[in-house]
């Protein structure tokens, strides 16, 4: 294959989806070369663009680096889609345009509109509809709606990420949010395949939460097989001892730094208890086996954090990865930026930002050799691209652009 070339160059998607869940889907098109229209409404500005971070800390739904990390190389179009004239622009698009429809409104919306899987596909024979909500499109639950923090929580995880006997704490941020488009994705891309192998599309339903629960299948194989059910155990881990994060010395101003350290195996473990301990630790009857270290764990850990704790994150892991015990600083966000192996993978890039001047987002998370992922714009401001989508795409004329602008269509 040609390597100027994308995967899915010439594949065109009408991305209707907000905040994380489905943008993060159509991102991934638009990296390895669909054309991607992100339809919104500068009215009831979504989630995403409220979240930020934002440049100097000033809000600003323009300049949100979780709009821009979810919707770079996208076009974008403000459409007020309560209106009439607002969906029929969403039928001509898809009549004569689309091959892929992304959204994640609520479960029924879309039928409410009358922009439902079954009267778009009349329009569009061969459509593929991907549907990303909370719970899915059908069942009791079809119309909780929420953000992955829930679907965090309805899969399992609240329950489990914590200290014993605490207040659940969960894994960071809406969970979901970040699995389910990886789900989704390959759902879509199997989806393309089918249609070009048969010329049928397909419509897709991804519950959020029934992603997530994917990724606790060993915890419900073994509720199901012993009905031994997971529990919160803070940062120890049932197959290795040591295995958590001890406080290391904090330079002057800065906020407390950690160390992660896991130990794997028995050899692991003599090469840490002779460098934290020498020949005593090493031998100590406490410590001789996995079973034994894990029954002492309260006494190992001090001994580790009593080792870490006067000394720089870096020279702690300059130390273990010497002997080859698995180790890595707690890494903030200034950590990330300056990080070299992702800047080895170029994890991070820079695009041109009409109101920014440049801005930063995460590259693709996917690296093909022959068809390299390329990211042409930034993320739409509102309305950036309402007249080349609706002139090249949908085939209205400047006196129809004019008039849906006059009514307050675009917007």
Not at 115 to 120: D, E, Q, V
Not at 122 to 135: I, N
Not at 208 to 215: D, R, S
Not at 251 to 267: F, H, K, M
């Amino acid at each position: 294959m040609n390597a100027t070339r994308h995967p899915l160059d010439g594949l065109k998607v009408l991305d209707l989806a907000w905040v994380v869940a489905g943008p993060l889907v159509g991102r991934a098109l638009a990296d390895f070369g669909a054309t991607v229209v992100r339809v919104e409404s500068s009215q009831r500005i979504e989630t995403a663009r409220m979240m930020g971070p934002f440049p100097g800390g000033t809000v600003n739904p323009q300049q949100s680096a979780l709009f821009e990390n979810c919707n770079a190389g996208k076009l974008g179009m403000s459409l007020d889609l309560s209106r009439d004239q607002g969906r029929a622009v969403v039928r001509d698009l898809v009549r004569g345009w689309a091959d892929v429809v992304v959204e994640s409104f609520s479960p029924g919306q879309m039928a409410d509109w009358g922009l439902g899987f079954p009267a778009l596909s009349q329009l569009k024979p061969g459509l593929v509809m991907l549907s990303t909500s909370l719970m899915g499109q059908s069942g009791p639950w079809s119309g909780f709606a929420g953000f992955g923090n829930l679907g965090a929580a309805i899969a399992g995880y609240q329950g489990i990420v914590g200290w014993p006997e605490a207040m659940p704490i969960g894994p960071f941020g809406p969970y979901t949010d970040y699995v389910a488009p990886r789900f989704g994705l390959v759902c879509l891309l199997a989806a393309l395949d089918h249609r070009r192998r048969t010329g049928q599309g397909c419509w897709l339903d991804l519950s959020q939460a029934e992603a997530g629960i994917q990724f606790l299948a060993p915890s419900i194989a073994l509720a199901a097989a012993r009905n031994i059910a997971p529990t919160a155990c803070g940062n120890r881990d049932p197959q290795m001892a040591p295995h958590g994060v001890f406080a290391c010395a904090t330079p002057p101003g800065d906020d407390p730094q950690w160390v992660a350290i896991a130990v794997r195996n028995e050899r692991e473990w003599q090469r840490l208890a002779e460098l934290i301990g020498g020949p005593a630790l090493a031998n100590d009857p406490r410590f001789a086996s996995l079973g034994a270290r894990q029954a002492h764990e309260d006494v190992l850990e001090a001994l580790v954090n009593a080792w870490t704790s006067p000394q720089p994150a870096a020279r702690i892991e300059q130390a273990l990865v010497a002997i080859g015990v698995p180790v890595h600083k707690a890494a903030s966000s200034a950590d990330m930026a300056v990080d070299p192996q992702l800047a080895a993978r170029q994890h991070f890039i820079e695009l041109a930002h009409a109101l920014m001047g440049r801005c930063t987002v995460e590259n693709a998370r996917y690296l093909l050799s022959e068809t390299p992922a390329a990211t042409p714009r930034s993320a739409p401001t509102f309305g950036r691209d309402v007249q080349q989508v609706l002139r090249d795409f949908a085939g209205y004329s400047a006196a129809q652009i004019a008039a849906l602008a006059e009514a307050g269509v675009l917007r």
